[in-house]
């Protein structure tokens, strides 16, 4: 049991500890060690241990560097009228449309053609006459689901050309991910 | 708050002066090993030869997949919506650099190898490459391309002359099977690549189903006698003989042979026409370049079964475009490399590789001494190549070597070289000619000695060269996919921990098709592979294998 001095608790750390009873050996001619100044020292092993420590996480080496996977392919399909209109967008389904047979999927553009976007009206459908005319009515799309595709008749050139526009616009910038069928020449519900 | 017993902050208070309070000049060294080595690195520190993430993600997947295949993968040169590499972008020299350039075709690569250098300005330096016959230790031949230019006019002539037109080249690598090659190019005639060192009896049936008229060999290395005997449409037969013999004569034909075949020999025909001009003929006579005829060994059935396979020139220029694309700008075959291939010129991949360092000027040394089989030391005498070509049994034995002759140093040197390469820094090696890349290739459909992943590793260890592993496919000019130069893991793929093959060339585009087993479906790629491209004989191939595609977008087996 060390009994400290009367100095006070704040003082102490200031002053040489008490208990030193060899000086540093840094002079030359005591290169012998005194036998209390030992390696195993606890400030020494803890520093000893660090060492270790860093040269355990430096050597180790490092996992190769990886990229999260993306997104999985889409599979390319066949859709008929009924089976691409659950895809407008609802029920966090992409939005696809399609055009002169060829389907979109237009999902970064869910502003436009998603629920609440301007161009809602194409979503799940056969936007063709709608983008070939300019207009998003109603009766732009086809009514009937199980029946043939819009043949686009009673489209001047002028209107033709605008859909030429439209289709190339959506080819640079979207996926097709699907052809777009009469139901007649669909594919057959597997039972 | 005085109490008794001291409040347990004062407590360790004590203990820790006491702690530190017992420092000694042990406390010193060892403090001083910790500085630095936390200040070492910032001094010598080594970036990796890449940037890391560049090898995650090496080639582009389609984002849409058809029913029953996977999605489609092409190298990031050429992504999805872009044409694939279909040639080697020759522009006429006073083209506007903006204007795209031709194709080409095999005539052009032997107009670059003789025209010099051609910078990235467009500008012709002049700088030539040369070839050389590297003959044993003492002797090397060289040659300038305007003295092979007059033998490839010489040949050409000769050959035309006597009316033929397909003419099967049975040569070692050398300088004669280059100039055949390039003389049946220019002056209209069919080759035939016929791989060294076959039975008779195989050669017979080769030169039979090819229809080949005109045999060029090496002197003494098939008995002629025999093979009219078996072959009796053969018109013309052109022995190379080597310096050392030429004193005997061998034009002769022994009596009873049958067939009326005549014989030349070549150094005569180059004497003959020595006053031939270097100017080399800028249209083809007879029409059209001809396409080239490979034998392959078909190692899936019975031996010594082969097959001939016809590449149009615009396959093969497709193939070394494409290799030419690959290299990073740096590391590039440029007109101060050196090549030796060791693997036969007549297989498609060296000869692809060497076609791409004769069109960026390179030198190339050529030994006899060319196999699947060969030591890697016969590469490095007499000449110090830059780039090697290599079968995979070549290197694999190389490791063995060196692993049996070396295993006592093998210690903390090796460790701390693995280290060093697994953190993506290639360690220098002790020696003074080592080369600095080295190809090697796996056939698909025969029988090569596949290299594992460590072995590949170790071989970067012990040769100090970086290495390009690739997959190749009979149909396939080139290559299908070959490793990045910089990708230096060491990990397997697949049950087996096979190596990969890494991205495809910018001439192929891959896919894999669904096969009863194997189907690509959660994001994973597996199947049989299906190859198209302009590098592809007629266009697509279907591949006997089954394939997969790692998590790093590099095909590999499953």
């Not at chain 2, 002759?405 to 220098?428: A, D, F, Y």
């Not at chain 2, 590949?456 to 290495?467: E, I, V």
């Amino acid at each position: 049991m060390i009994v400290q001095s009367s100095i006070s608790p704040r003082l102490r750390p200031l002053l040489p500890p008490r208990r030193e009873l060899h000086p540093p050996t840094f002079s030359p001619s005591k290169l012998t060690v005194p036998h209390s100044a030992s390696i195993v020292s606890p400030i020494n092993l803890i520093l000893f241990s660090l060492l270790i420590l860093l040269a355990y996480f430096r050597l180790r080496g490092s996992p190769t560097q990886s990229l999260p996977k993306g997104p999985e392919p889409i599979v390319f399909r066949t859709f008929t009228p009924p089976t691409l209109k659950p895809y407008n967008g609802e029920f966090n389904m992409p939005v696809y449309l399609a055009v002169r047979g060829k389907v979109f999927d237009v999902t970064p553009g869910r502003n436009f053609y998603g629920p609440g976007g301007p161009y809602e009206n194409f979503a799940g459908r056969d936007a063709s006459r709608g983008l070939a005319c300019g207009s998003f009515d109603e009766d732009m799309l086809t009514k009937d689901l199980n029946g043939p595709l819009d043949n686009l008749n009673g489209l001047g050139d002028a209107e033709m050309e605008a859909l030429q526009g439209w289709e190339e616009r959506f080819n640079e910038k979207y996926l097709i991910v699907g052809k777009l069928v009469p139901v007649a020449e669909g594919p057959k519900k597997e039972s | 708050m005085a109490a008794e017993s001291t409040s347990i902050f004062q407590q360790l208070d004590f203990q820790l002066e006491q702690i530190l309070a017992s420092w000694n000049i042990y406390t010193l060294l060892i403090g001083l090993i910790l500085v630095i080595y936390l200040i070492y690195p910032l001094f010598y520190y080594a970036e990796p030869d890449i940037y890391p993430l560049l090898l995650a993600r090496q080639s582009a997947a389609s984002p849409v997949r058809q029913p029953g295949e996977s999605s489609s993968f092409r190298s990031l040169e050429t992504p999805h919506g872009y044409p694939l590499k279909s040639g080697l972008n020759v522009k006429d020299p006073g083209a506007p650099k903006w204007t795209s350039g031709k194709d080409g075709d095999l005539r052009d690569i032997w107009k670059r190898a003789v025209s010099g250098f051609v910078g990235n300005d467009d500008k012709p330096t002049g700088e030539a490459g040369k070839v050389l016959t590297v003959l044993g230790k003492e002797e090397a031949i060289e040659y300038t391309f305007a003295k092979l230019s007059a033998e490839i006019n010489a040949i050409g002539q000769h050959v035309k002359a006597h009316g033929e037109g397909r003419v099967a080249i049975y040569l070692p690598n050398s300088v004669e099977l280059l100039v055949s090659l390039f003389a049946a190019t220019f002056y209209g005639i069919t080759p035939i690549l016929v791989p060294p060192e076959q039975p008779l009896d195989t050669l017979a049936g080769i030169l039979r189903e090819t229809r080949a008229e005109v045999l060029i060999a090496g002197a003494g290395a098939l008995p002629l006698t025999e093979l009219l005997q078996q072959y009796k449409s053969l018109k013309q037969m052109i022995w190379v003989v080597e310096r050392t013999s030429r004193h005997m004569d061998w034009n002769e034909v022994p009596e009873g042979v049958g067939g009326n075949a005549d014989i030349a020999v070549w150094h005569d025909i180059i004497e003959d026409k020595a006053s031939a001009p270097s100017e080399l003929p800028t249209e083809v006579l007879g029409g059209t370049v001809p396409n080239i005829l490979f034998v392959v060994e078909d190692g899936l059935s019975a031996m010594d079964s082969y097959e001939i396979i016809e590449f149009t020139q615009k396959n093969i220029v497709a193939a070394v475009g494409a290799q030419i694309s690959v290299l990073p700008r740096n590391h590039r075959l440029a007109p101060t490399d050196l090549l030796t291939p060791l693997a036969s010129l007549t297989e498609m991949y060296p000869l692809t590789v060497t076609l791409a360092a004769l069109f960026s000027n390179a030198s190339l040394a050529l030994t006899p001494v060319s196999g699947p089989t060969v030591p890697y030391s016969s590469a490095f005498q007499g000449a110090s190549p830059t780039i090697v070509i290599a079968g995979t049994q070549t290197l694999s034995n190389l490791c063995k070597h060196h692993e049996r002759v070396q295993s006592h140093k093998i210690g903390i040197g090796h460790w701390w070289k693995s280290r060093s390469l697994e953190t993506g820094v290639l360690p220098k090696v002790s020696g003074t000619s080592n080369p600095r890349l080295i190809y090697t290739y796996d056939k698909s459909n025969a029988s090569t000695v596949p290299l594992s992943p460590l072995e590949f590793f170790n071989l970067k260890l012990f040769t100090g060269a970086r290495f390009v592993y690739a997959f190749t496919d009979p149909r396939v000019a080139g290559a299908v996919s070959q490793t990045n130069i910089f990708d230096y893991s060491k990990r397997g793929h697949g049950e087996d921990g096979k190596s990969h093959f890494g991205p495809p060339l910018s001439s192929v585009e891959i896919k894999m098709r669904d096969t009863g087993e194997s189907k690509s479906e959660g994001g994973r790629s597996v199947g049989q592979l299906v190859i198209s491209g302009p590098a592809i004989v007629g266009g697509q191939v279907v591949a006997d294998q089954i394939l997969c595609m790692t998590d790093e977008n590099t095909l590999a087996y499953t």
